[in-house]
C-alpha cells in the first residue's frame, strides 16, 4: 500500500500540478473496475497451467502457489492433428471472410455514394432493410440447408457475417465525410476509369475505415460459434469454436485416439486433466486476438466514432 | 425519362458491377430466407419441405398464446433482460467514460481501458469456462473462497440468475461500451473547463453542468437505438453461459435461446417460426418508431 501511494505522488508530480485526493479515489476506483475486468482472463491463464490435483482439491485459484503444471496444455497440444485442422479453418474463414467482405462492402459503399448515379437510392434501402427486419434463425436454417443443400459447408461460416448493414454504413459514411469528392473527380478527367479510380484513388483512402471495420469483422468470424454449431458436423470442418462447445467429448476422443506416450500418461496419473486442459484450449482460442487487438486499439476506437454519425 | 433511366445505369454500368457481389450476398443471405416466415402459418413437413407443408392458418398463434408457459415466460425474460442490460449498461457505460476522462494519470488511463476492452472478443463459448471456473459446485472460486456450496447450475440456484448474466454481461461489454462515450467526451471543447474553473466550479459541478450534459444527445440516440433490438438477446450469453439448463430456463430462456433450441433438438418448427416472425414484426415497428423518435431529436444520428 506504501509503495503505491508514493508511487502515485511520484506521477502527480511528474504529470499535474493539482492532483488531489479526489484523483486517487477516483483512480483507486477504476482500477478497481479495471481488475474486474482482467481478472477472470488472468485466472484462464493461470488455471491453464495449474496442476490438475491441485484444482480437483482446492478448486480454481489465482495463487496455485508451486503447483504449476504444463499437463493441460501438454495434453491439448497433443490433440495435434483436430487442433491444426480447427485452427486453420478458424484461419482460413476469418482471413478469407474479412477480406472479401471488406471488398465487396466497400466496392457497394461506393457505388451507393456517387453523385448521379440513380440505382444508389434503391441499393441504399436495399441495404438497410435487412438490419428492420430479417427472417431470424429458423427460416435461415431452413433455406440454408433445405433449398441451397449447404449442410456442413464452409460457406455457411462465411457468408453470413460477410456482408452486414452497419459495416456497409460505416464505410459509405467515411468515404462521403472523409474522402474529398474532387479527388475522385480529378482521376477520373485524368482519365482513369471507374475501377480504377477505385481501386487507387478510394481503397487507399478507405484505409484507416478498413482498419477498424476489417477487426471488427475478424473478431465476429473468430468468435463465431452459432452458425458452426448449427450447420457443421464433420471433424474436418471443425473451427476453434466448435472445438471448444465440444470440449469434454473432444478431449476424451482425442486423447484417446490419439497416440499419448506412456510417459504422458503416467504423469497425468491415468486421468485426463480436464480442468487445466479446458482453460489450456480457451487460451489457445483466445490468445491470438489478445496479441492482435492493442496494434488495432487505435483504429476501432475511430471505426466506432464514424459509425456512430451517419453521413 | 425511362431512356434517361437506362442511359444512367449505362454510364454508372461499373458501378453496378462493384455493388454486384454485396448484393447478391444480401439477397441470398438476407432476402431470400424470410420467405421461410411462411412457416408461421404452416404445419412443417420435413419430407415435403417448405412449400409442399399444408396451410394451418393461425394455429401455431393460437398455440404459441394458449401454452401460456414457455412463451409468456420467454417473452417475459427477453424484456427483463432487455431493460435490465440496458439500465445497468448504460449507466456504467457513461460512468466508465467520465472517470477515465477525468483521470490524470493519462497513460495508466489509457492501459486501464486496454485491458477493460479485452473481455468484449471473448466469445461465449469460451465465457461459459470462466463463469463456470467462478460458479462451479465444487471447483468453483466463489463457494471455495466464502466456504460454501452454492448449486448456481441447478434448480436451487435459479434466482442468482438475473445476477450472474448481469454481472457477465457488464463484465463482458462496460469497457467497450465506453469507448463511443470517451470519443464524446474528447469532443468537448477544453476552453468550457477552464471558463468553468475560472468562474469556481469544483470538478462535480463541471461534471454536472458540462460532462453530463454533453453526453445526453449520444445517450438518447444509443438508447432509442437500442429499442429496436428489445427482442433480440445475446444468444450466446444465454444459451452457452447458462450452458443450456433446462433447470434454469425459468429465468434463463429467451426468445433467441428458444429458437436456437428448437431448431438444434428439431423442435416444433411451425411454433418457432411463429415466435419468430413475432419477434421480427415487433423488432420492426420498435426500429421504425425508434428511428422516428432519433429523426426528431437527433436528426444527424438516424439510420434513415
Request: proline share 4%; charged share 10%; aromatic share 14%.
Amino acid at each position: 500500500m506504501q509503495a503505491t501511494t508514493k508511487k502515485a505522488q511520484k506521477l502527480i508530480t511528474r504529470e499535474h500540478k493539482r492532483i488531489g485526493p479526489g484523483q486517487i479515489i477516483l483512480l483507486f476506483l477504476v482500477l478497481l473496475f479495471t481488475v474486474f475486468c482482467f481478472a477472470p482472463v488472468l485466472l484462464v491463464f493461470i488455471s491453464a497451467f495449474t496442476d490438475e490435483m491441485y484444482i480437483v482439491q482446492h478448486g480454481f485459484t489465482f495463487f496455485p502457489g508451486t503447483h504449476w503444471s504444463m499437463n493441460g496444455m501438454n495434453s491439448v497440444l497433443r490433440y495435434g492433428g483436430q487442433l491444426a485442422t480447427s485452427y486453420a479453418v478458424t484461419i482460413g474463414i476469418t482471413v478469407i471472410g474479412t477480406f472479401v467482405g471488406l471488398l465487396i462492402m466497400s466496392m457497394y459503399a461506393y457505388s451507393i455514394s456517387r453523385p448521379g448515379f440513380r440505382l444508389a437510392g434503391f441499393l441504399s434501402v436495399f441495404v438497410l432493410i435487412p438490419m428492420l427486419f430479417n427472417g431470424g434463425q429458423l427460416s435461415g436454417y431452413i433455406i440454408f440447408t433445405s433449398w441451397y443443400g449447404l449442410k456442413d459447408s464452409l460457406l455457411l461460416l462465411i457468408l453470413p457475417l460477410c456482408v452486414t448493414t452497419m459495416n456497409v454504413i460505416i464505410l459509405r459514411t467515411y468515404i462521403a465525410n472523409s474522402i474529398p469528392g474532387e479527388l475522385m473527380e480529378a482521376a477520373t478527367i485524368d482519365g482513369a476509369g471507374d475501377y480504377r479510380t477505385f481501386f487507387q484513388i478510394t481503397l487507399p483512402l478507405l484505409k484507416p475505415s478498413l482498419a477498424a471495420v476489417g477487426f471488427m469483422m475478424a473478431t465476429a468470424y473468430w468468435n463465431d460459434w452459432q452458425n458452426a454449431q448449427l450447420y457443421i458436423t464433420s471433424n474436418n470442418k471443425k473451427p476453434l469454436q466448435l472445438l471448444l462447445i465440444n470440449i469434454q467429448k473432444s478431449i476424451e476422443f482425442l486423447l484417446n485416439n490419439n497416440n499419448v506416450p506412456a510417459s504422458v500418461r503416467a504423469a497425468m496419473g491415468g486421468t485426463i486433466p480436464q480442468y487445466s486442459s479446458t482453460m489450456a484450449t480457451v487460451v489457445i482460442v483466445i490468445a491470438p486476438i489478445m496479441v492482435v487487438y492493442p496494434f488495432f486499439q487505435k483504429y476501432f476506437v475511430k471505426g466506432l466514432t464514424v459509425g456512430s454519425v451517419k453521413g | 425519362m425511362q431512356k434517361g433511366f437506362f442511359a444512367n445505369i449505362w454510364k454508372h454500368r461499373a458501378h453496378v458491377v462493384m455493388a454486384l457481389p454485396a448484393f447478391l450476398v444480401l439477397f441470398f443471405i438476407m432476402y431470400v430466407p424470410m420467405v421461410g416466415l411462411v412457416l408461421a402459418f404452416k404445419k412443417y413437413d420435413y419430407a415435403a419441405g417448405l412449400f409442399a407443408s399444408p396451410w394451418v392458418g393461425l394455429e401455431n398463434f393460437k398455440f404459441l398464446i394458449a401454452s401460456k408457459g414457455e412463451f409468456y415466460t420467454m417473452t417475459k425474460n427477453t424484456l427483463m433482460y432487455y431493460f435490465i442490460f440496458t439500465a445497468v449498461g448504460t449507466v456504467l457505460n457513461v460512468a466508465i467514460a467520465i472517470a477515465i476522462d477525468q483521470l490524470a494519470f493519462k497513460r495508466m488511463a489509457k492501459t486501464m481501458q486496454t485491458l477493460m476492452i479485452i473481455p468484449v472478443f471473448i466469445s461465449y463459448a469460451a465465457v461459459q469456462f470462466i463463469v463456470f471456473a467462478f460458479l462451479d459446485r465444487n471447483t468453483g472460486m466463489i463457494n471455495n473462497v466464502f466456504g460454501t456450496n452454492y448449486r448456481f447450475y441447478a434448480k436451487a440456484g435459479i434466482g442468482y440468475w438475473p445476477l450472474i448474466l448481469t454481472v457477465v454481461k457488464v463484465w463482458k461489454d462496460t469497457g467497450y461500451g465506453s469507448v463511443l462515450y470517451m470519443s464524446v467526451l474528447s469532443g468537448i471543447d477544453t476552453s468550457l473547463y477552464e471558463a468553468a474553473d475560472i468562474d469556481g466550479a469544483n470538478k462535480f459541478q463541471q461534471i454536472r453542468h458540462i460532462t453530463i450534459p454533453s453526453l445526453i444527445p449520444m445517450v438518447t440516440v444509443m438508447l432509442l437505438l437500442s429499442v429496436g433490438n428489445v427482442m433480440h438477446s445475446d444468444t450466446g450469453l444465454f444459451y452457452q453461459v447458462t450452458r443450456n439448463i433446462g433447470q434454469l430456463y425459468d429465468k434463463t430462456e429467451v426468445i433467441d435461446s428458444y429458437v436456437l433450441n428448437s431448431i438444434l433438438n428439431s423442435g416444433n418448427f411451425g411454433y418457432t417460426a411463429a415466435a419468430s416472425l413475432f419477434q421480427s414484426v415487433v423488432g420492426l415497428l420498435l426500429m421504425l418508431f425508434a428511428n422516428w423518435m432519433v429523426r426528431k431529436i437527433e436528426p444527424e444520428n438516424a439510420l434513415f
